[in-house]
């Protein structure tokens, strides 16, 4: 579990994964059980939905960061990777759950506050991305060198605490204390979740306990609580900021199981890294957990964090002989099948549908 | 310039200093010859007179770490800084600066908003405190090993972003956006005062402006922001409120000032590190740049850090051929009138005399 697997993009550019034919039509299919009367629609495609909303996000990051210092190498390596090539998940979230809340309030507009969480949310996934690389001393993320192969660490760690006060400042001129204290959750749980994965020193009962902890906190807090954010800023009650709040924490739970799955099966060129590096940060994500309970050999392991030589070979081919693979999809589709409950819960629009197409997307994507 | 050398302490503990007789009475009678009807009583000792508002700050700001997350490590060394052996500038001024204020307002208790302002601001800046350790890779910090000798650097970064997430949260939670406006600016100027120190390219015009900002933004920020805070908690005016955070900056900025002649005079016992230390760093500090106006010879070594062998024995040798330590001295006094003067601007109180003694120790400290 890191979160460059969250990051990787094909050369064609980030959305071309929902821009094309919507995947795994399937996977939808089982929810539609549970409402049979609304189909979503599987042309809907959340990016072309939200394109005016989406597409100067990242611009408009970029001007905040720049224009709040006057130091020429901050600004650039504050905004290296708000260059468009990631997939821009957390803001797309934010503001089709906006948008979803907004009809089902009968509001109209998005408001532009709103707007202003999509950018925060993913200004603090990019500040944690960049404090990921100079801890894991990684060398490429989005088809491009890393921060710090670039430049010196104090340099990088200094531009990730300097996006992060940037997006402090964001929260703060929002004006809603419920809001600011919703969102400064998120940086406690980030850093906590990152805790957790530098030392664990659980047993084997509390692992996956504690790798769900961990998973919660270094991704799905985020998703979660920017949705939660959204909505209590078009005036949502308890109840359906809570329905915002979980649809997000399904979403991002499913999305790093994804990740953490992914990371034994998709070949290198598609990943833009090589697979099993997790197992190679000595790592025990879900995949090595579930097979772990066929295969109890891979306990010492885990305790180990795979540094004696041929333990990651040993791991890989024991997560591939397992379950764990359909163990942690099938996990996975159950996190999506609760998103997209929760998403039918709102009123029909086309942005509720998009919410929809998002849990489909993020169990059924490939890379 | 460096946080390290705010914080060394004597072995008899941080406060004998100010406990004891106030030194340099003749430093405020030039003071005194703007306001000669309202002496100052140089019996006020600070501290004492915000004993108990300030007594149990470190153990409320341990709890405050501990009780938000479950992390053994994490607490450990979070925490490891709030050991009650710092000199406790920041939430003194900050207390002071409020009962003062509230003084002047004709209201009376310490409100627990401003309280919790001190708190934040001891946070923030211990957070930079093991971010700075981390970067200068210092081992010896307040008379015991530093928080990088005992625990790798990841660790002790994701320790120093919890502490300044906790933080956040307790500024959310005081839900007064001006309030929260003015804190979130100062990790801002924090991360880019760091950043100037890193990489310092100015040409030599530009040298003296460039080191006054960064004192501010590494220094003087926090004890300015933190002081107008507690003042419009109070329910000060723009005004008012702007006393205040000019109270706080001259202070700090005489203070950093002090701070740095003192790397230049102080005996490796008093610092609790040895002598130039900034030097070794490659840092040209004030007493630096003053000496460089009589020796130009120092302008090359400014320029190449002091990495040259023989380069920091020969620019401390031009600091102390040339006028450059009166010189800074003289400019942290004028800082210190100032804030004296702004102090008198309010009510008289046992507080605002407080306000007083601290500006007057500020410049006369010895270590």
Redesign the interface.
């Known amino acids: 579990m890191n979160h460059r697997m969250s990051d990787t993009t094909s050369s064609n550019g980030a959305r071309s994964r929902v821009r094309g034919v919507i995947p795994g039509s399937r996977a939808v299919s089982s929810m539609q059980t549970q409402q049979p009367g609304s189909l979503p629609e599987f042309q809907v495609d959340p990016y072309r939905l939200i394109d005016d909303d989406l597409k100067d996000v990242y611009d408009d990051i970029r001007l905040e960061l720049v224009r709040?210092?006057s130091?020429e190498?901050?600004k650039t390596i504050a905004t290296y990777y708000f260059d468009g090539q990631g997939k821009a998940l957390r803001p797309m979230v934010a503001i089709l759950m906006a948008r979803a809340i907004n009809y089902h309030k009968e509001r109209s507009d998005l408001l532009a506050s709103q707007r202003q969480v999509a950018m925060i949310a993913e200004m603090i996934h990019s500040a944690s991305l960049i404090?990921d690389d100079?801890?894991d001393q990684s060398d490429f993320r989005r088809g491009k060198p890393s921060v710090n192969v670039l430049w010196n660490h104090?340099?990088v760690?200094?531009?990730g605490?300097?996006i992060?006060?940037?997006a402090?400042?964001m929260?703060?001129?929002l004006?809603n204390?419920d809001v600011?204290?919703t969102l400064?959750?998120v940086?406690?749980d980030?850093?906590?979740g990152?805790?957790?994965q530098?030392?664990s020193k659980e047993t084997e009962n509390e692992r996956f306990a504690h790798y769900l902890t961990k998973t919660y906190r270094k991704t799905a807090s985020l998703i979660a609580n920017s949705a939660k954010a959204v909505a209590m800023l078009a005036g949502a009650d308890d109840h359906l900021a809570d329905v915002a709040f979980q649809y997000g924490r399904n979403v991002g739970l499913a999305f790093q199981l994804v990740d953490d799955l992914l990371d034994f099966v998709s070949s290198s060129a598609a990943m833009g890294k090589p697979t099993a590096a997790d197992l190679k940060l000595g790592l025990a994500t879900a995949p090595v957990l579930f097979a772990c309970e066929r295969y109890p050999e891979l306990n010492p392991m885990i305790m180990r964090r795979f540094q004696e030589p041929g333990d990651v070979e040993k791991a890989f081919e024991f997560v591939h002989k397992s379950q764990g693979l359909e163990q942690t999809r099938f996990l996975a589709k159950k996190h999506c099948v609760e998103a997209a409950r929760l998403a039918q819960s709102l009123a029909e629009s086309p942005y509720q549908k998009g919410l929809l197409v998002v849990s489909d997307f993020v169990i059924n994507r490939m890379k």
Chains 1, 2 share one sequence.
Request: hydrophobic fraction near 50%; glycine fraction near 2%; proline fraction near 0%.
């Open positions: 709040n210092t130091q190498e901050l404090h100079v801890i104090k340099k760690t200094m531009a605490d300097f992060l006060a940037i402090s400042m929260i703060a001129r004006r204390d600011t204290l400064s959750q940086v406690t980030l850093v906590q990152e805790f957790m530098l030392g």
